[in-house]
C-alpha cells in the first residue's frame, strides 16, 4: 500500500500524508467469522436513562477483527 503526499497548499497540508487505498476493492464484504456486532448505547448510561442528548439513530455497524 503506498503512501499518497499532498502538495503544500496551506500550511497543514505541508506535511499531510494518506493510505492509498487504490488496490482494496471497496465493494468486496469482509469474511463474516472475522467481524463481529459493534454494540450502540445512544447516550444512555447503566440505568438506561439518556445522559447524552442527539445521539441514536444510524445504520448498523460491525467491529472487524485484524490478526
Not at 33 to 40: D, G, I, P
Request: charged share 35%.
Amino acid at each position: 500500500m503506498a503512501i499518497k503526499t499532498y502538495k503544500p497548499t496551506t500550511p497543514s497540508r505541508r506535511h499531510m500524508t494518506v493510505s492509498a487505498f487504490e488496490g482494496i476493492d471497496k465493494k468486496a464484504k469482509p469474511e463474516r467469522s472475522l467481524t463481529e456486532v459493534l454494540k450502540k448505547n445512544a447516550g444512555r448510561n447503566s440505568y438506561g436513562r439518556i445522559t447524552v442528548r442527539h445521539r441514536g439513530g444510524g445504520n448498523k455497524k460491525k467491529y472487524r477483527i485484524i490478526d
